[in-house]
C-alpha cells in the first residue's frame, strides 16, 4: 500500500516464472504483439508505436524525452511535485531550453498560468504529469493538451501512477508522447515501462538533424524491434514481459471501466475511514487521485516508526513523504491488485489501534 | 542454445515468482546488500561501487560511459565486432572524441595496435570487450589493460557473455569499470546489468564538471540508492533482483572455477563433435569463447530453414550471425545452465539427424 511496486496476481507471479525463451524466438515475437494490442486498448489508442520499454518508468520518462528533444530545443514542464522536477532535469540533460510552469505541491497546474507560459515562448513540447505520485493530484489534461495544440507544440504525459487506474485516453486527449510503469495499477512486477507515440511525434523523431543522446533508449533502434522487422537492439527482459501480458490480460477481463470504478470505491472507502480517524487529505476532494491518497500525518503518530510499525506488526508498507513532503505526509496506495477493500480495512483497524482508538 | 538468455535454474524461476515487497523495504534492502557481496565474488573485487543496473547489458555499457565520459574527452575504443562499434556508437553519442583500434572479425585486438594509438591520442579510456558475443572471440584483457594504465587511462570492460562463464578478474586485472549481463553465464533473466566501478572512476565521477546526459543512469544518484543512504532514485525491478540473487548464489555453491570447468568440458566436447560434422570454427583456438561458439554454417544446411527446423522439431534455439557474419556464421551458447553435456548431445544429434549422418 505504498506508491508501487502494488500487489500482483498470482497469475502474473506464475508467468514470471516462465522458462525462458530468445529475446528473437517466433513465440516470444508473438507475445510483443499480445502486449502492444493489449497496451493499445489500455492506453485508448491507435498509436502504432505503443510497446513497453526495457526498464522502469524513469527510463520512459527519458525515452520520451530524449528522443522528442534536441540540444536548443524548447521544452516547456508543468512541475508540481517531484515528477515534474524529475522531467526538468532530463529536459536540461538533453541540452534543451527549459521553461517551467510551477503550482504548489498538493495543488493541480492551472492552465491559465500554461497558456501565459506559451506566449512568451514557442515550445517543441509541453510536459505535464497526469498522476503527481509524491502528492496525490490528479492532473486535468484535457484544456493543456489542447493549449500545447494551438500553440503547434507536441504534448507529452507521465501516466506512471494512472494507467489502469483510472482513465487516460491518448487519442482523445491528442497526446503525442506517454509513458507508465508496470508496478502501478497495471499490477505486474517494476521494470518495464509501458509507452505510446503519436504519428506526428514518430514523425519528430524521424526528422531528428542530431543522434538520440541515449543509445539505449534511442526508437530509431528499438521501434525496429518492436516492429515488423524484429531487428536485434538489446535482449528483452522476456519474463517482465510474460508478467506484463498476463497483467494486462486482467485487466482487460475486469474491463477497464470496472477497474476505475473499483479503484474509486475504495478510495471513498479509506477517505471516509482516515477522515473518521482525524487524518486531513493534501489535495482538494476534485484533484484527488482514487490510487494514491496522500494524508497529512495526524497528531499522536510519528513517521517513521509509525511506518515501521504498520511494516513490522502488521506487514503493510505505506510511503513516506517525499521532498517538502517529507516527515509531514504519508502516500497510501491503493493501486491494481491492491486496491480492494480488504486492504483499506486492514489499514484502518491497525491504525485505529495505533492510536488507541480500536 | 543461442547467445542468451540462457536456461535459468527452477530455483531461479521460483525467486521471480516471489510476491512483491517494496524497493524501500528493509528486507529489499538486505536482498540488495546479499546481491552487491556476491558481485564482489563474482567479479573478483573489492570495489564497493558494485550494484546492479535496472536495466538490460546495453544500458550496463551505457552507464560505464556516459559516468566516465565527458564532452570533449578522449576514448578509445577497440572494436572487432558488434559489441565495440556500439561502444563507439555511444562514445560518439556522449559528445566525446573517438579513436578506434580495430580487428577483423573473428580475431582478437592486437595490443601492439593498442600501444601504437596511445602514442598519438592521450584518452581519458580504453574501452574493450572482454567476450564477443558476435564472433566468439575471449580478448585476453591484461596487456591491454596494463597500456591503458601506463597512459593514464581508465580500463572499461565489457563482460556481457563472460562473467561467471570464464574467470574475470576486476582487480588483479585493474579494470576501472565493468559492466555485464544477467542471462548468460549467470543464468537469470534478462533485464539488468551487474557492474563495477574502481575507486579511481569513482573518483572521475565524483569530479564531473558537467551532469550525466542520462538521468536514470546517473550514478551519482543510483549510488546514494545501492549505498548506506538508501535514497530513493527509481522503483527497482525487485522481482529480477530476487532472481539475480538466487543465480548468484547457485553460481557461488557450483564455485567459479568449478564453473569455469564445466563452461571449458562441454566446449570441447560441442567442439569436438561438430568438428566431425564438418563445422569449422571462426576463431583460433587460443581465442575461443567456451560459452559462444561461432561456427561457420556447413554445406548442405540453409542458415534460416536450419534454424528454424532446430527450433521447431527439436526446441533447441541457436543465434543466428550478427553483421558482416549475417547467413555465413551460427552462435551456439553453452551459457551457465545451458553449459551441460545433454544440451550437447541434443544439438550434435539433431544436425547428424539434419545432414543425414546419424
Same mark, same amino acid.
Given at each position: 500500500m505504498g506508491p508501487g511496486? &502494488? /500487489?500482483? +496476481?498470482?497469475?502474473?507471479?506464475?508467468?514470471?516464472?516462465?522458462?525462458l525463451i530468445g529475446h528473437l524466438d517466433p513465440e516470444f515475437l508473438a507475445v510483443m504483439d499480445d502486449v502492444k494490442a493489449m497496451l493499445q486498448q489500455v492506453f485508448r489508442t491507435k498509436n502504432d508505436l505503443t510497446f513497453t520499454v526495457s526498464a522502469p518508468g524513469s527510463a520512459g520518462m527519458e525515452t520520451c524525452l530524449v528522443n522528442l528533444l534536441e540540444p536548443g530545443d524548447g521544452a516547456l514542464v508543468c512541475v508540481n511535485g517531484v515528477f515534474g522536477g524529475r522531467m526538468a532535469d532530463i529536459v536540461e540533460r538533453c541540452g534543451a531550453q527549459l521553461a517551467r510552469v510551477d503550482a504548489p505541491w498538493g495543488q493541480p497546474i492551472d492552465p491559465a498560468q500554461v497558456k501565459a507560459a506559451l506566449q512568451t515562448c514557442a515550445p517543441k513540447l509541453v510536459a505535464v504529469v497526469h498522476?503527481?505520485? &509524491?502528492?496525490?493530484v490528479l492532473q486535468p489534461l484535457e484544456e493543456i493538451g489542447r493549449l500545447a495544440r494551438d500553440a503547434g507544440a507536441l504534448f507529452v504525459v507521465d501516466a506512471v501512477t494512472s494507467l489502469g487506474g483510472t482513465d487516460v485516453r491518448? /487519442? /482523445?486527449?491528442?497526446?503525442?508522447?506517454?509513458? &507508465?510503469?508496470?508496478?502501478?495499477c497495471l499490477s505486474a512486477p517494476p521494470g518495464l515501462s509501458p509507452v505510446s507515440f503519436s504519428p506526428r511525434a514518430v514523425k519528430v523523431l524521424e526528422n531528428r538533424k542530431t543522434k538520440v543522446q541515449s543509445w539505449?533508449? /534511442?526508437?530509431?533502434?528499438?521501434r525496429n524491434y518492436w516492429g515488423a522487422q524484429r531487428a536485434y537492439h538489446h535482449t528483452a527482459p522476456?519474463?517482465?514481459?510474460?508478467?506484463?501480458?498476463? *497483467?494486462?490480460?486482467?485487466?482487460?477481463e475486469e474491463g477497464l471501466e470496472a477497474r476505475f470504478e473499483r479503484h474509486r470505491r475504495n478510495h471513498k472507502l479509506?477517505?471516509?475511514?482516515?477522515?473518521?480517524?482525524?487524518?486531513?487529505?493534501?489535495?482538494?476532494?476534485?484533484?484527488?487521485?482514487?490510487?494514491?491518497?496522500?494524508?497529512?500525518?495526524?497528531?499522536?503518530?510519528?513517521? *517513521?516508526?509509525?511506518?515501521?510499525?504498520?511494516?513490522?506488526?502488521?506487514?503493510?508498507?505505506?510511503?513516506?513523504g517525499l521532498g517538502e513532503f517529507a516527515g509531514k505526509v504519508w502516500r497510501i496506495g491503493l493501486m491494481?491488485? &491492491?486496491?480492494?477493500?480488504? +486492504?483499506?480495512?486492514?489499514?484502518?483497524? *491497525?491504525?485505529?489501534?495505533?492510536?488507541?482508538?480500536?
Open positions: 511496486p &502494488s /500487489d500482483v +496476481h498470482p497469475r502474473v507471479l506464475q508467468a514470471m516464472a516462465t522458462p498522476a503527481e505520485t &509524491s502528492t496525490g491518448v /487519442d /482523445d486527449w491528442e497526446i503525442d508522447a506517454i509513458y &507508465s510503469g508496470t508496478q502501478k539505449f533508449l /534511442d526508437m530509431n533502434m528499438v522476456v519474463s517482465s514481459i510474460f508478467a506484463l501480458r498476463e *497483467a494486462l490480460r486482467l485487466v482487460l479509506l477517505r471516509n475511514g482516515l477522515e473518521e480517524l482525524g487524518f486531513e487529505f493534501v489535495v482538494a476532494p476534485q484533484y484527488r487521485l482514487p490510487m494514491l491518497n496522500a494524508v497529512k500525518i495526524r497528531e499522536g503518530l510519528e513517521d *517513521a516508526p509509525a511506518r515501521r510499525r504498520l511494516l513490522n506488526e502488521y506487514n503493510i508498507e505505506i510511503g513516506a491494481g491488485c &491492491s486496491s480492494t477493500e480488504n +486492504h483499506v480495512n486492514a489499514l484502518l483497524a *491497525a491504525l485505529r489501534k495505533m492510536l488507541s482508538l480500536g
